[in-house]
């Protein structure tokens, strides 16, 4: 069964600093990776899926199948980021999601 | 523009009593999902159905059913809830054909269980 790992539940930053939320999943085949993010007091919505190779409010994120990876990146990170951050893998396209356990992150002025 | 609905944000049942939360969606989508959030487990998936009067299990079906009889709306009901099912339950729902896993969530019915 696929798995989606977020090794850290909490982590803190400085305004303007880089940062990394890390995703790793055990799928044998050719998983669909995203990122949700839950701000304070909003729903749970998209932030970005790997097929679409965007980058959303200058996060990215890339697949990595040799280490199976998929971890969230911002090279600056703002305190309007601060929030909760969600990795999800499906299967195929169209099978059910499986979430990892989420990152708080927080960005400090 | 709400498009998830859930009717209940806060809820408060004793032990054994059966619990009906609603969901609604105004966007026809044919997917819809039931999972429950908790802290350092993330969002685990209790239930969802692709279709009218379908249903399928998901990762933590027990102590759960639901309902589906209209497209627009999929219920979650606990028939004796316990205080282990205390938790924020969120429903969300997608569409086969823009992203099957691209999910629109409500807001949360946080429930509690004494």
């Known amino acids: 069964a696929q798995r989606v790992t977020q090794p850290e539940k909490l982590l803190s930053v400085f305004k303007g600093a880089p940062v990394e939320l890390k995703c790793n999943y055990s799928y044998s085949g050719s998983p669909e990776l995203f990122w949700y993010v839950q701000y304070s007091r909003q729903r749970l919505q998209l932030l970005l899926r790997h097929i679409s190779r965007e980058s959303i409010k200058g996060f990215t994120a890339d697949l990595n199948k040799g280490e199976t990876s998929f971890h969230l990146k911002k090279p600056f990170a703002q305190e309007e980021d601060s929030a909760m951050y969600y990795c999800a893998l499906s299967e195929t396209s169209g099978s059910r999601l499986t979430f990892g356990e989420g990152t708080q992150l927080t960005v400090n002025p | 523009d709400v498009k998830v609905t859930q009717s209940s944000r806060y809820l408060v049942k004793r032990t054994g009593e059966k619990v009906f939360l609603e969901c609604v969606q105004d966007m026809d989508h044919e997917n819809m999902f039931w999972y429950r959030q908790d802290p350092g487990l993330g969002l685990r998936l209790i239930y969802f159905?692709?279709?009218?009067?379908?249903?399928e299990k998901g990762d933590i079906p027990e102590g759960y059913s639901v309902s589906r009889e209209k497209k627009e709306r999929f219920s979650l009901i606990l028939e004796s809830a316990s205080t282990n099912q205390t938790s924020m339950y969120l429903c969300a729902s997608s569409r086969p054909d823009t992203g099957a896993n691209v999910l629109t969530f409500g807001a949360g019915s946080r429930l509690t269980v004494l």
């Open positions: 159905s692709y279709d009218v009067k379908m249903k």
